[in-house]
């Protein structure tokens, strides 16, 4: 059974804009850190963005900066990727991930992710 479903993505033209969501029936997300990874054909696994727990600022690879925003929605335990000004570089397989033990209190950054979704594909073309 997983623990995160993902939903979102598709096909979208360059410039268009796609929402992932992630959320989970077995534990709150909105005290863990979250993060979104993607992963393209032929290419290792990239980490997009993540949200700590509390306190820190969201991160983002410079890829996507100005382009990508992460939330959460505490009424519906979801955690959002919004992706705007997409690219045709940003087409690959989106997952999120998290750590249920350790993610309410370690950093994002250094969490070691062991609980993912089951991933969704993105992918951007004219």
């Known amino acids: 059974q997983l623990q995160l479903v993902q939903s979102g993505g598709g096909l979208v033209q360059p410039g268009g804009s796609l929402r992932l969501s992630c959320t989970s029936s077995?534990?709150?997300?909105?005290?863990?850190?979250i993060g979104w990874f993607r992963q393209a054909p032929g290419k290792e696994r990239e980490a997009v963005s993540c949200?700590?727990?509390?306190?820190?600022?969201?991160k983002y690879v410079d890829s996507v900066k100005g382009r990508f925003t992460i939330a959460r929605d505490a009424a519906t335990n979801t955690v959002y990727l919004q992706m705007s000004n997409l690219k045709p570089e940003d087409t690959a397989a989106y997952y999120c991930?998290?750590?249920?033990?350790?993610?309410?209190?370690?950093?994002?950054?250094?969490?070691?992710?062991?609980?993912w979704g089951q991933g969704t594909q993105v992918t951007v073309s004219s």
């Open positions: 991930a998290t750590d249920p033990i350790y993610g309410s209190t370690m950093s994002c950054m250094t969490l070691y992710y062991n609980t």
């Open positions: 077995r534990f709150r997300l909105d005290n863990s850190a």
């Open positions: 949200i700590s727990s509390k306190g820190e600022r969201p």
